[in-house]
């Protein structure tokens, strides 16, 4: 099971860029450290990207604060011109790539999100774009929109697991988006073969799959995830997200096992009322997740251990 070890991060809102939220902690394992990029929102409440940097043996101990975003957002009419958010990063070769949403409003939903691609030469501290445009975006595949996604690389294939919007549904006169997640292939991380493969589906009762992170570990695929209702979750404790988790031989195919997740809401504190958006990881011999509580990461990120 996880132990949680409590708190790391959160803004303190000194900057008109981060003026709340600490969301969805994605990781990239260095040498001597440990980076976590976050997302953080402005004035305006819309998101983008910058990071920290914690010691390997006590992620507790921030050893570097970015004060600065690392991205402007997309032009207007683009996909990423209302909040950037990071969701997985990888190395390859020399570059750093790291995959993120990208945020656009729309008239008849409150939102349209899609998957870009920012690389970085300087092994991650300065990133370029790829594009003005995504790399998964609407199509015959992705009717609605993409989001969160998760991405390795493994004997030259890219691997992604991704969140897939299915539909649009009302409750008490308000849209709300489902999602699940599917899985995509690619051999160069940059274009993608979408087949529509679900890789975790919906229980009946369900209205949201987000952030995969997935390990391979004993020739088996283990991936926790976040999981919500159909309404009603952002107060009701009920409904909020909380961590699923699944198994998987071939990174395809995959077997929920929820009660095997190790990880629930805590008695009272910061994550008390949800928690979504794991990241894990192995650092040295310990399994380490990070993840948002309470408020989509309005009070930051913390860490657990498997023990």
């Not at 132990?3 to 709340?20: A, E, H, L, P, R």
């Amino acid at each position: 099971m996880w132990i949680k070890k409590g708190n790391i991060y959160n803004v303190n809102g000194q900057f008109d860029w981060n003026k709340s939220h600490a969301q969805v902690p994605v990781v990239d394992l260095l040498e001597d450290r440990i980076r976590v990029y976050y997302s953080t929102r402005d004035v305006s409440g819309r998101s983008n990207v910058s990071y920290i940097e914690v010691e390997k043996n006590n992620p507790k101990k921030i050893i570097y604060e970015h004060t600065a975003p690392l991205f402007e957002l997309g032009n207007l009419g683009s996909f990423d011109d209302s909040g950037i958010m990071p969701s997985s990063i990888i190395t390859v070769g020399n570059k750093k790539y790291l995959y993120y949403i990208g945020w656009t409003t729309r008239g008849t939903v409150p939102f349209q999100n899609a998957v870009g691609l920012a690389i970085s030469d300087d092994g991650g501290k300065v990133f370029k774009k790829l594009s003005e445009g995504p790399i998964i975006s609407v199509n015959f595949i992705e009717p609605y929109f993409s989001g969160t996604s998760f991405v390795t690389l493994e004997d030259d294939t890219f691997k992604m697991w991704y969140l897939s919007c299915i539909k649009w549904e009302r409750f008490d006169g308000k849209p709300e988006p489902v999602y699940n997640i599917k899985y995509a292939e690619s051999l160069d991380g940059i274009t993608w073969n979408q087949t529509g493969k679900v890789a975790i589906e919906l229980n009946d009762d369900e209205g949201g799959l987000v952030s995969a992170a997935v390990i391979k570990e004993d020739g088996k695929y283990k991936m926790w995830f976040g999981k919500r209702k159909k309404s009603d979750y952002r107060n009701n404790i009920t409904n909020s997200y909380k961590i699923g988790y699944a198994e998987s031989l071939n990174g395809k195919d995959w077997v929920r096992k929820d009660d095997k997740a190790g990880i629930d809401i805590s008695s009272e504190g910061w994550d008390s009322e949800m928690i979504s958006y794991p990241y894990v990881f192995k650092n040295d011999n310990n399994l380490i997740m990070l993840y948002n509580g309470n408020g989509f990461g309005k009070t930051g990120f913390g860490y657990a251990v498997w023990e």
